[in-house]
């Protein structure tokens, strides 16, 4: 199996100094942008990226800290802060000649192609995020002994050293645990590229826990002062998540309707790695959303 996604070119591209991300870019037409959730990397876009490259240039970043993209210590709270990272993927569209550009992103993916739609308004004109809530939202809905399941969120919201440490001595079992809990249909995964998510993974341990850390820190912070300032998404947005609402006692689609007005939301039958799970059900809502006038 292939590290890439088949057909594509990967590209290396700077962003930030010191920084480079590593990317596969395919097609041909109006840019569509891919970011990878975790524990993986631009890998599980190759069925969602080979289909929509039959009319688009289709461009799948590894996000700064993850796969082949460079992983820059973590010298303060911005420097993994999603919107830092949205900054790249907007000056990684522009190097490849793409001012304007529709961005999807599946869960850490999603926040930073959320936050790249508050921050950069006139880059994005489509939005797509993939089971996940935004920053604010989800700490807000996590709460009492339902809250377990995420605890890696608390694990890693810890100060550096300790989460670290102990991801570190058993990465495989760590990041295996989500691929194996999170897949409802496990054959998606196959063997090469589970063993490609989880050796990219320990590699990328320190810059996996600082985006985490992040997310309990200056991303929240960002996504409050743009909720008592009134920003929204003004781009067509879909949403496609799993019931998760059920289990946790809130309503996905409402809080999504707050910040994007002209929303698609969708809840799916498929695990969270919806892309390699469900990829049709995924390229349709694209499709779907793409051919939505962008800003009216």
């Known amino acids: 199996m292939t590290q890439s996604v088949p057909g594509f070119a990967t590209r290396r591209v700077r962003v930030d100094d010191g920084v480079e991300l590593h990317a ?8 569509v942008v891919l970011l990878h959730g975790f524990p993986q990397t631009h890998l599980m876009w190759r069925h969602v990226a080979a289909d929509l490259a039959a ?29 830092t990272m949205a900054r790249d993927v907007v000056r990684l569209a522009a190097a490849l000649g793409h001012e304007r550009f529709a961005l999807a992103g599946h869960d850490r993916g999603a926040l930073v192609a959320f936050r790249a739609g508050l921050d950069h308004p006139g880059a994005v004109s489509h939005l797509a995020c993939l089971d996940v809530l935004p920053t604010s939202d989800m700490w807000d809905a996590l709460h009492g002994a339902d809250a377990a399941v995420a605890f890696h969120l608390y694990l890693m919201a810890q100060p550096p050293g300790l989460p670290e440490r102990m991801i570190e001595a058993a990465g495989d079992a760590f990041f295996g645990w989500f691929l194996d809990a999170w897949a409802r249909d496990g054959a998606a995964l196959p063997q090469p590229v589970r063993d ?44 496609m998540q799993q019931d ?42 694209l499709r779907e959303l793409l051919s939505t006038a962008g800003r009216e």
């Open 24 to 31: 596969a870019v395919g097609g041909s037409g109006p840019p």
């Open 196 to 239: 490609h998510y989880l050796a990219a993974s320990r590699a990328a341990v320190p810059s996996v826990v600082a985006d985490f850390r992040a997310s309990a820190g200056v991303d929240l912070r960002h996504d409050r002062e743009d909720r008592a300032a009134g920003r929204f998404l003004t781009m067509p947005v879909s949403v």
């Open 55 to 83: 009319d688009h240039t289709v461009v799948c970043p590894d996000l700064r800290g993850y796969g082949a993209s460079d992983k820059p210590p973590a010298v303060d709270e911005e420097t993994y802060s999603k919107r």
């Open 244 to 285: 998760w609402g059920a289990a946790l006692g809130y309503d996905a689609r409402r809080l999504w309707s707050a910040w994007a007005p002209r929303l698609r939301h969708r809840t799916v039958g498929s695990g969270h790695f919806m892309a390699e799970e469900d990829p049709g059900a995924v390229v349709a809502a």
